[in-house]
């Protein structure tokens, strides 16, 4: 079975800083997606960024960019100029291509951006 | 138009009670699923259907039982509410095996049973 490990509970950031959250998984498939999800205080699951496994590419949208790292099973996110609205649970997901397509999720960690 | 919609968002009742949880999509996807949200915040999924038909089962007991009336609803019944069924209860939707992969969250039923 897949899981997910984010090893830092609770983080916190300066604004307009930089911050990187680690996130590693246990998979023995090849064929994959890993995914960042904000849950911010509304309680909205809201998709950050999308990584596909067979891309070598890291991924990034806007401030948010991924270090995946597939031959060590690491995908940390980075987020650059961090902003009050940044604060959230950070979720990091797999999810195997082809099978259930059900996410696996991490224990999250919480990110606090402080003015 | 919100894409995924849950009612209730907020429910209390008490224990032994028996409630139901709605859920709809708009988005045209054959994929639909239930997670359970505890009180530390640790997110996993109960079942998934896709097409109205159950494709994941995930060690849930037997008092909470999904219909899928159509693809675009997924509803969640539970009898017999415990203490231990507090937490938030996620319905999402994705369209299954199209390279696409992203699941759409609703907002969320915070189910607290007293």
């Known amino acids: 079975a897949q899981t997910v490990t984010q090893s830092q509970p609770e983080m916190s950031v300066q604004e307009a800083e930089t911050v990187t959250l680690s996130c590693t998984y246990d998979?023995?498939?090849?064929?994959?997606?890993l995914f960042w999800y904000k849950q911010p205080p509304s309680r909205q699951m809201i998709l950050v960024i999308r990584q596909e496994a067979y891309k070598q590419q890291n991924a990034t949208e806007n401030r948010f960019s991924v270090n995946f790292q597939k031959a060590a099973k690491s995908f940390s996110l980075k987020i650059s100029d961090s902003q009050l609205g940044d604060t959230a649970m950070y979720f990091c997901?797999?999810?195997?291509?082809?099978?259930?397509?059900?996410?696996?999720f991490g224990k999250g960690t919480k990110l606090t951006v402080n003015p | 138009d919100t894409a995924v919609s849950q009612t209730p968002k907020y429910l209390v009742t008490q224990m032994g009670n028996d409630k139901s949880i709605k859920c709809e999509q708009n988005l045209g996807h054959d994929t639909m699923y239930w997670y359970k949200q505890d009180s530390k915040k640790f997110l996993k999924i109960m079942f998934s259907?896709?097409?109205?038909?159950?494709?994941i089962n995930e060690t849930v007991p037997n008092r909470f039982s999904p219909k899928s009336p159509d693809k675009a609803h997924l509803n969640l019944h539970i009898n017999s509410l415990e203490l231990g069924d507090s937490a938030v209860y996620f319905c999402?939707?994705?369209?299954?095996?199209?390279?696409?992969?992203?699941?759409?969250f609703g907002q969320g039923t915070r189910l607290t049973v007293v």
């Open positions: 997901a797999f999810m195997q291509q082809g099978g259930s397509e059900k996410l696996v």
């Open positions: 998979t023995s498939e090849n064929n994959y997606y």
């Open positions: 259907y896709n097409n109205k038909e159950l494709i």
């Open positions: 999402a939707s994705s369209q299954y095996a199209t390279g696409s992969t992203e699941a759409f």
